[in-house]
Every structure is written in structure tokens, then in C-alpha cells.
Nanobody, 118 residues
Framework: QVQLVESGGGLVQPGGSLRLSCVGS????????MGWYRQAPGKPRELVATIRSAGDTDYGDSVQGRFTISRDNAANTVNLQMNSLKPEDTAVYYC????????????WGQGTQVTVSS
């Protein structure tokens, strides 16, 4: 059984920074695509960023240039550095590990709240 545990959420002022981390435990393969998604109240879950095992990254349009995703395969960890935060970044952020070929094999964390407000 795979478990993902996020940390690092909280309250930050507009223009500030936060760093989210997600650690996986269990049967995890280094080939998994690791990523972050978010869901704001009343909105569907959306892509924030993903990173493949070789380091290829993909970002949602709204975070491009402000957020940076990274991973440590040996530690089963994926991080999200969030800079220049905006109120519209407020959401619950979810960590995701997904098999690169079998899309039905994916795991989610419990979510961590990020609130950007003055």
C-alpha cells in the first residue's frame, strides 16, 4: 500500500513564498510521475505541476514562472517551491504519484491547505 503525506501548507501574505513537500511510503517505483494538484472551493481540481523520473516538468499556465517542482527519487519525495503567491493560489494542494503507463495506478495525499491573504 502506498501512502503520501504532504507538509508545508499554511497562511502567507500575497507576494510571499511557501514550500510544500510530499513523502511517499510503500511500494513506490522511481518511474512514477510525481505531481501537485490543487482544488479551490467550488472549483474542479487542477494541475499545478508534474515531474517525470528523468526530470521533465509540466506546469499549469497560472503558476508558470512562479512555482518550481523538484523530486528526490531516493527519498520518494516531491517538493513544490511557490513564490510570488497570489490570493488566487489559495486552495487545498494534493500530492499525486502516478504510474507512467497504467493511468489507473495512482495515489493521492490527504491534501494541505494553502491560504494567501493579507
Amino acid at each position: 500500500q502506498v501512502q503520501l503525506v504532504e507538509s508545508g501548507g499554511g497562511l502567507v501574505q500575497p507576494g510571499g513564498s511557501l514550500r510544500l513537500s510530499c513523502v511517499g511510503s510503500g511500494r513506490i517505483f522511481s518511474t512514477y510521475i510525481m505531481g501537485w494538484y490543487r482544488q479551490a472551493p467550488g472549483k474542479p481540481r487542477e494541475l499545478v505541476a508534474t515531474i517525470r523520473s528523468a526530470g521533465d516538468t509540466d506546469y499549469g499556465d497560472s503558476v508558470q514562472g512562479r512555482f518550481t517542482i523538484s523530486r528526490d527519487n531516493a527519498a520518494n519525495t516531491v517538493n513544490l517551491q511557490m513564490n510570488s503567491l497570489k490570493p488566487e493560489d489559495t486552495a487545498v494542494y494534493y500530492c499525486n504519484f502516478q504510474h507512467p503507463s497504467w493511468l489507473n495506478i495512482q495515489y493521492w495525499g490527504q491534501g494541505t491547505q494553502v491560504t494567501v491573504s493579507s
